[in-house]
């Protein structure tokens, strides 16, 4: 079962290099920091696919640090939300596959990319589900980069004051964002403290291992009565060797040479499977 997660996350990185270099625009290094985090929620954690996304009982994921977009745009084609051969119109004129997540897409449950916002998002939906008597859970993925807004924080107190035991905030902590290392821009850490001190319930993980990843999100909650937070450590390019941890591939855009020696270092890590 790893291997086959293991394999699926060389796959979607593939896909996720292929369609921004068509594009020649995209969020290189985060969507490939996330992508791990994406693949298990998806094919083994969430209720949610194209069959019951009607459903007021569906498992609900929005994308906080919606710039990354290319991620999920990779993992719902996969899910079958769309045919994947509409990604070829990413960032084209009139296409719905743009810089961020729109719910022109099918399968985006919010418009995001003004960063901080997709944790209150998810607050809400938390609480109308207590309200509502359903058992459906909450997502969000948020960059340890967004976390300097201030709206995670009243929304962070919110979900503890409100009890949401049925709310998993999920950072992607690669320590870099557009200009810098997130500690030099503007320093959270000790970000699982500050988490524990506002009454959520922390788990930190290897945001890059789907078997660890999966073993934590099905412990959910983790404490009865506290929202949860999976802090997972990730590499930002991860999988690419002249990209990981490299600040300018926060938002490169690879050349036909970069490209194909990408492509090449990909396929042979799915030869070491």
């Known amino acids: 079962m790893k291997e086959s997660l293991a394999k699926k996350s060389i796959e979607y990185r593939k896909r996720i290099l292929k369609y921004i270099y068509k594009a020649k625009a995209g969020h290189t290094g985060g969507s490939l920091s996330c992508v791990d985090v994406l693949n298990v929620l998806y094919n083994r954690i969430m209720n949610v696919g194209p069959a019951n ?25 996969d899910q079958g939300f769309f045919p994947e051969s509409e990604l070829e119109t990413l960032c084209q004129y009139n296409s719905h596959f743009i810089g961020h997540p729109t719910r022109k897409v099918p399968g985006v449950e919010q418009n995001t990319g003004a960063l901080g916002h997709g944790l209150s998002l998810s607050v809400g939906m938390a609480i109308a589900a207590k309200l509502d008597k359903k058992d459906y859970k909450v997502f969000t993925l948020m960059g340890d980069g967004e976390l300097a807004e201030g709206s995670n924080w009243e929304a962070a107190l919110t979900a503890s004051h409100y009890k949401l035991d049925n709310l998993c905030a999920i950072v992607d902590y690669n320590g870099l964002q557009i200009s810098a290392p997130t500690r030099d821009v503007c320093n959270t850490d000790p970000v699982a403290d500050k988490f524990r001190s506002f009454g959520w319930e922390v788990v930190e993980v290897d945001g890059h291992d789907v078997d660890g990843l999966e073993t934590t999100f099905r412990k959910l909650p983790f404490v009865t009565g506290k929202p949860s937070l999976v802090i997972a450590h990730t590499v930002k390019g991860k999988g690419i060797s002249y990209m990981e941890n490299v600040l300018k591939w926060h938002h490169g855009v690879p050349s036909e040479d970069q490209y194909e020696q990408a492509q090449k270092e990909l396929d042979s890590a799915l030869l070491a499977l």
């Open 53 to 77: 996304f009607d459903s007021p009982d569906r498992d609900r994921y929005v994308q906080s640090k919606g710039h990354c977009v290319e991620a999920l745009f990779v993992v719902l084609a």
